[in-house]
């Protein structure tokens, strides 16, 4: 059930008026039941897996508990005869008790993600070694549960909070299932916490109609970034990424860009979609971006975009790995040897190429996403090797950052920088990727923009004319942004504008969006992941 | 404590850090400059500080910081 199908519409209108009409305790009973028959609606094998996430999750979390309540137990009943050693010894003991309960529960849900997800990729690989070539090659008919990689995320970091004591376990398996199962979040994300989600997740709701009416808007706002913008300008990025033969130089600029705004608008537009759900049903989601393509440079970006995954990787992996003790010791002796300068850096530049690395395999099991999440991270590793240059340039030119000109040049730094690397999303292999971007140089074809080639791309002049006004709505949206929640000033706003504003959104979601032959508004891109 | 104002003061010179309680809220340092100080505190201090203590309660001032790197260096003793 697609957020941009009607059934999906229905589902959401019987669900919204079920959930105020029944008494308040029900509430989350009856989000669950609507997880379920989500899920089920999506494929009933799918449930298979999600169920083993659940109760393995749910069973080593109490496991998890119970020996962080036995550990409270003994320090209490022996308070009076315990030293500060033992103490801190019998922390260590159970603190390695719980580990192993972590490991394995990391082992079954990264192992089925990793199965599902990977296994036909490593064949791939593996394949060559061993096969002849005239071999078929094998290929496992594996189906991947919709939003495996969010939801098992989402769980295994919760299991390592309960590891590092940061919250206690959710007692009740039904609740612990609504939390795993949120369907909101099951499209593409964002990756919940589990102490900021279950702030709202259980509570009783009532009808609150600024919520609900900001939920709504908020809703509509995605709808129009996704059916209006996003899926309009999808027709052309995928002829344009479809011909690497006839579309070289400025037309693999073109499709830079064109890609850049898809993204944009099909990602912060889903995520939209499933905070105005939640928000609907008076369920608070963390935001899952600002206004990253701002961004001054790389590393800021990426505190900007899909933030909960950015921010997943640093707390569970990047401070693991960065902060390990072979990490440390790795840095003592880069010192001694490289200097004390690049000696200190060295973990972070090896935790960051790990985290990226794995960045690239969670967008998927291809060529074209590791190289694309190695390059980024051997990018943000240069830039700040070149801090200190960067540093002593400002300090000659204090008055620069400043200036309107050169923050505007530091933004479209970024954006054409982060927009040269999704070009490994847009072609078949890494090969055609980069051979393609070199073309931007070596074509220089320019002349053929004035020559209507752009028109032969399955969308018209009037296709370009909404998705270039609907690009100037989203920079202007965002400036606004900035001064604080659009909708708040909206609510300041008299009856009519509030209202005629409200409505020509949903008339232009209506008239302008996206339907029909040629246009694919059938998944977001994320919902791949 | 002074040893631990000086690495801080390494990576960002221009930062009162006897003054300043608000770190890692106002973005003072990020994930790489935290990392940094983890490598040096654990050469300065001998002391590892684990990746739970990285929260932005302990990292949010130079005090908050020393309180945890005492802490952790009497959990080792």
Known sequence: MLFTSWEFLLFLAALFIVYYLIPKRFQWILL?????FFYVYAGWRGCIYISVTICSSYLISRRIESVHNRREQYFLAHRAELTKEEKIAYKKLTRRK?????????????????VLKYANFAILMVNPL????????????????????????????????????KYPAERNIFK????????????????????????????PHDFDVKQISFGLQRMLWGYFKKVVIADRILVAVTALAGDPDTYQGVFVLCGMVFYALELYADFTGGIDI???????????????????????????????WHISLASWFREYLFYPIAASRPMLELSKKARAKLGNGFGKRLPVYVATIVVWFITGLWHGAAWNFIVWGLLTGLIIIISQEFMPLYARFHGRFPSLRDKFGYRLFQVLRTFFLMSSLRILDCYRDVAMSFRMFFSIFTKWNWGQLGSGALL????????YVIVGMGAAVLIAFSLVQRRGSVRERLCQKPYWLRYGLIITLLLV????????????????????? | MEALVRILTDLHPDVDFMTTDKLVDSKILDSFDIVTIIAEVDNEYDVAIPAEEIIPENFNSAKSLYALIKRLMEEDD
């Open chain 1, 130 to 165: 061993f096969a002849g070539a005239d071999t078929p090659s094998i290929y496992l008919n594996l189906i991947l549960p919709m939003g495996i990689s969010f939801y098992t995320f989402q769980t295994m970091g919760y299991l390592i909070d309960l590891h590092r004591g």
């Open chain 1, 509 to 529: 979601v209506l008239v302008f969006g996206a339907y029909g032959i040629g246009y694919d508004s059938s998944q977001f891109i994320y919902n791949q992941f």
């Open chain 1, 456 to 463: 032969k791309l399955g969308i018209t002049a009037a296709d």
């Open chain 1, 32 to 36: 669950l039941a609507a997880n379920v």
């Open chain 1, 274 to 304: 499933t905070i105005g759900i939640a928000q609907v049903l008076g369920i608070t989601v963390q935001e899952n971006f600002n206004r990253p393509y701002f961004s001054k440079d790389i590393a800021e970006y990426w505190r900007r």
């Open chain 1, 98 to 114: 719980t580990r192993k309960w972590l490991i394995l529960c990391l082992v079954i849900n990264f192992g089925i993600l990793a």
């Open chain 1, 176 to 203: 612990f299932a609504l939390f795993v199962s949120f369907f909101p979040l099951l499209v593409q994300g964002p990756i919940a916490r589990f102490d900021a989600l279950n702030k709202t997740l259980y509570k």
